[in-house]
């Protein structure tokens, strides 16, 4: 299975938005991850693989978008209305068909992309 890159990250103000994207997706199910400084590694968003369904954690509801765009090989997270709380790094992961929002389930996992937002 192809490698996992993520880019996208920076340093932007809150209230700003960012597009991540993850290469390497295939048509693989995939999942976006963040760690916080001193946190755990949480689920944010996820893509099914082939119906697309997605899913996301209360954090991004309504402010993070996951969508596959599979002629780039690419799954993107774009995240709005930014505050000092996503600041994290952030990871996208894969498996195959169903995605999940439990770290535990995936076993290919990207080397993150640091996301900063300042108040």
């Known amino acids: 299975q192809a490698q996992l890159v993520e880019t996208g990250g920076g340093l932007v103000q809150a209230g700003s938005s960012l597009r991540l994207s993850c290469t390497g997706s295939g048509s693989r199910a995939i999942g976006w991850f963040r760690q916080a400084p001193g946190k755990g590694r949480e689920g944010v968003a996820c893509?099914?693989?082939?119906?697309?369904?997605?899913y996301y954690k209360d954090s991004g509801m309504g402010r993070f978008t996951i969508s596959r765009d599979i002629s780039k090989n690419t799954v993107y997270l774009q995240m709005s209305d930014l505050t000092p709380e996503d600041t994290a790094v952030y990871y996208c992961?894969?498996?195959?068909?169903?995605?999940?929002?439990?770290?535990?389930?995936?076993?290919?996992w990207g080397q993150g992309t640091r996301v900063t937002v300042s108040s």
């Open positions: 992961a894969a498996r195959s068909y169903l995605c999940s929002l439990d770290r535990v389930a995936y076993t290919s």
């Open positions: 893509i099914n693989s082939n119906d697309r369904t997605s």
